[in-house]
């Protein structure tokens, strides 16, 4: 397979994954979810297994990964992961936050609480 490359801004880090193989082996996994730009931005999830959890990026940087697309079968079904094994870090680095600063000036109001979603909305995609 030819190496393929994505790039993108990384917008959320899933909780690393462990185990042992069938032949007792350890091992771990991590995914992330990457966002990429243009008119319709779109977001795609990539693991990283082994030493390569190591290299987990930040959320808030942006990111160009060497990835293997893979697909697997299982009682009928087909499964595909996005595999990455190289992630080179090509620009914004997530945003320290800021320091607090002690307030001079009277609290401003509360603000108002934002209504819930509704049911069936757009957000609440079964997959």
């Given amino acids: ?5 994505i790039s993108g801004k990384v917008v959320q880090v899933l909780p690393i ?21 243009g008119q319709y931005p779109r977001k795609v999830c990539i693991s990283l297994f ?5 290299k987990i990026p930040q959320v808030g ?6 990835v293997d697309i893979d697909s697997r079968e299982f009682n009928g079904r087909w499964y595909t992961e996005i595999k990455a094994w190289n992630i ?9 936050p800021a320091p607090q600063q002690v307030a001079t000036a009277p609290a401003a109001a509360p603000a108002q609480p934002q209504p819930a979603p509704q049911a069936g909305a757009a957000d609440d995609l079964p997959f």
Avoid: C, I, R, Y
């Fill in 17 to 37: 994954q462990q185990g042992t193989s069938k032949a007792g082996n350890p091992w771990q996994k991590q995914e992330f979810v990457l966002e990429q730009g």
């Fill in 61 to 66: 940087q942006d990111v160009m990964l060497s």
């Fill in 50 to 54: 082994g030493d390569n959890v190591a």
């Fill in 1 to 5: 397979m030819s190496e393929m490359n």
């Fill in 88 to 96: 080179v870090h090509t620009g914004a680095q997530p945003a320290a």
